[in-house]
C-alpha cells in the first residue's frame, strides 16, 4: 500500500522554526517527485515546495521564498521541510503529496497541524 506520513507539526512561537518530515511507504521512493502543499482554515490548499527525483527543489509560493527549505534522504524515505522565520500567517495544515516521476500514480499524506503563536 502506498502511503506517506507527515510528522514534525505543532505548536511554535512566531520567528520559530520547525522541520517537519514525510515518510514514505510501499512505493519506491527515488522514482517519486514529492512537494509540500498547506490548507489554512477557510482557504484552499496551495503549493509550497518541492523535490524532484534528482534532488532539485522549487518553491511555489512567493511568501515562503527564502524562509522555507526541502530536502530528502533516499535512505529514510524521507522528506523534509524545513520552516523557518515562521508567521502567524504559516498556520495551517501541512501536507505532503508524491507522485511518480512517469505516469499518474499519485499519494496525499493525512496532514500534520503547524499553529504558530505567542
Known amino acids: 500500500q502506498l502511503q506517506v506520513v507527515e510528522s514534525g507539526g505543532g505548536l511554535v512561537q512566531p520567528g520559530g522554526s520547525l522541520r517537519l518530515s514525510c515518510t514514505a511507504s510501499g512505493f519506491t521512493f527515488s522514482r517519486y517527485n514529492m512537494k509540500w502543499y498547506r490548507q489554512a482554515p477557510g482557504k484552499e490548499r496551495e503549493l509550497l515546495i518541492g523535490?524532484?527525483?534528482?534532488?532539485?527543489?522549487?518553491v511555489y509560493k512567493d511568501s515562503v521564498k527564502g524562509r522555507f527549505t526541502v530536502s530528502k534522504d533516499k535512505a529514510e524515505n524521507t522528506a523534509y521541510l524545513q520552516m523557518n522565520s515562521l508567521k502567524p500567517d504559516d498556520t495551517a495544515v501541512y501536507y505532503c503529496?508524491?507522485?511518480?516521476?512517469?505516469?499518474?500514480?499519485?499519494?496525499w499524506g493525512q496532514g500534520t497541524p503547524v499553529t504558530v503563536s505567542s
Open positions: 503529496y508524491a507522485r511518480r516521476m512517469f505516469g499518474s500514480v499519485e499519494v
Open positions: 523535490i524532484s527525483t534528482n534532488g532539485g527543489s522549487t
